[in-house]
């Protein structure tokens, strides 16, 4: 194995063990060695120290121990490993739980020596390995951050921050799309949780018996088809984070059975009677509006203040539309990579479009709208026709069905329904001619100063004026 590249620092007091160790480590490392405690110090902060050898007792009021825990707390991933001529196997137990990785007697056996720093080298390297796959899973499952340009987004992902760390419960709300489980992930990966599982089951997906089941797991025979013991996600997701999504489609039941989980953090399998604890930490989502519900009667009040203690609203992108460069540019990015595709860009005409739509279906359709595009895209750029083909972008030309209940005449539902039009067509128009009102007005045939007040009646956002 190659060394050449590592650096080795050596402490000891005594210079005759000192000098025989660096003439036969600087045939293989980087050597640096003093008998100073201080000394020491300041070399491992001035160069990168891979491995320290250091022995236990120095001469001075601080010892070898001493400095053994200002490096693992400075530099946690230093290998140490520290020798004495004084052996102590409960002080040997002690130092390994605290980070040395090996304690040797004097006289050193080098050859040994070498045996223990490779095997700490090899498991290093795993680990380093393991943590650079778990990355790419992470970055595959996980593969745009959390966006947050607007100063609205800005404000969520700074109230996020603040409590990602803290043990409590927290509600994430808003419409469907609007990315509430790649909330809920940046704040378990960004957490001091995120080496534990995050663990994800949607409460609308499946019947209440199966819930049960698959939120606490059952014993076998506990009913009919269950052949074998089933852990839950409750404890699958042990140290780390559940994320229970579409939690306001939760039956009376199950809102009953997580409540005193929430409360005890023990539950019992179904069929079981052993209580099994567990250190989970729940995040909850919905779009639905859980204190109506809860005025209703359709979902448990105590429950509701037990998860809603934090509350994360996401807003509807289309009241985000600052966000909409940025996205287009997080999902460019993601789609080239995955089909091996070189879109450099989208036309101006093209991200006017995409601002200018309504997006009904929030990130996830624009998300969608991307990968379409740049999947079938043959050309450099994205053109504002190949947005116009996309089955999927022409959802939000579908105009919102309005309340005729509301309504006490046919003039006025037809007014209504008119005037939404008149709105999309005038939206669609400028859109068109990248915001030119003169040239918008000229397609529309009608004068410039009639659009402008259209404009302002509707409340029409000019994204740009050209």
């Excluded at 080098?110 to 380093?128: D, M, P, S, V, Y």
């Excluded at 404009?455 to 956002?461: C, E, G, L, R």
């Amino acid at each position: 194995m190659d060394y050449s590249n590592l650096s080795v620092l050596i402490v000891d007091d005594e210079e005759g063990i000192r000098h025989g160790l660096k003439n036969w480590f600087k045939k293989r490392f980087n050597v640096f060695d003093t008998g100073e405690y201080e000394e020491a110090l300041k070399i491992a902060g001035k160069w990168h120290i891979d491995i320290a050898v250091l022995d236990i007792r120095l001469k001075g009021e601080k010892t070898g121990i001493n400095l053994f825990r200002e490096l693992i707390k400075q530099y946690p991933e230093m290998i140490v490993i520290l020798v004495t001529g004084y052996g102590n196997v409960e002080d040997a137990v002690a130092l390994m739980k605290q980070g040395a990785k090996d304690y040797l007697l004097k006289p050193v056996d080098h050859e040994r020596l070498l045996g223990t720093i490779a095997k700490c080298l090899e498991i290093k390297n795993l680990q380093e390995e393991n943590k650079s796959l778990k990355n790419e899973l992470i970055k595959r499952d996980f593969p745009y951050g959390f966006v947050a340009h607007g100063r609205l987004m800005k404000f969520i992902r700074d109230k996020a921050d603040k409590i990602k760390n803290e043990p409590i419960p927290i509600c994430i709300t808003g419409e469907s799309g609007t990315g509430k489980e790649v909330l809920a992930k940046y704040i378990h990966y960004t957490s001091e949780r995120r080496d534990k599982p995050f663990v994800v089951i949607n409460c609308a997906a499946i019947s209440e018996t199966l819930l049960l089941s698959e939120l606490f797991g059952h014993e076998k025979g506990a009913f009919t088809g269950a052949n074998n013991v089933k852990i839950g996600k409750f404890q699958l997701a042990d140290g780390g984070h559940l994320f229970l999504d579409e939690i306001g489609d939760m039956t009376q039941a199950s809102q009953a059975a997580l409540l005193r989980v929430l409360e005890s953090k023990s539950f019992e399998r179904v069929g079981g009677n052993k209580t099994i604890h567990v250190d989970v930490r729940v995040l909850t989502a919905t779009n639905r509006d859980l204190k109506q519900k809860v005025e209703n009667g359709e979902f448990r009040e105590d429950l509701y203040y037990r998860i809603n203690v934090v509350n994360l609203q996401l807003p509807p992108l289309r009241e985000r539309k600052e966000e909409i460069v940025h996205l287009i540019e997080h999902f460019r990015s993601i789609y080239n990579e995955r089909y091996r595709k070189e879109i450099l860009s989208f036309s101006e005409r093209a991200t006017n479009l995409l601002v200018s739509c309504t997006w009904p279906g929030n990130i996830r359709q624009l998300k969608n709208v991307i990968n379409e595009v740049v999947l079938l895209s043959e050309h450099s750029e994205v053109k504002a026709e190949d947005l116009e083909f996309s089955s999927l972008f022409g959802q939000h030309k579908t105009l919102p069905r309005p309340d005729f209940s509301k309504f006490t005449s046919l003039q006025e539902m037809v007014e209504a329904v008119s005037v939404e039009y008149e709105k999309k067509v005038i939206e669609h128009f400028l859109a068109r001619e990248n915001f030119n009102r003169s040239k918008a007005a000229k397609a529309l045939k009608v004068d410039r100063k009639t659009l402008w007040r259209k404009i302002q009646k509707y409340n029409i956002d000019i994204v740009k004026e050209t």
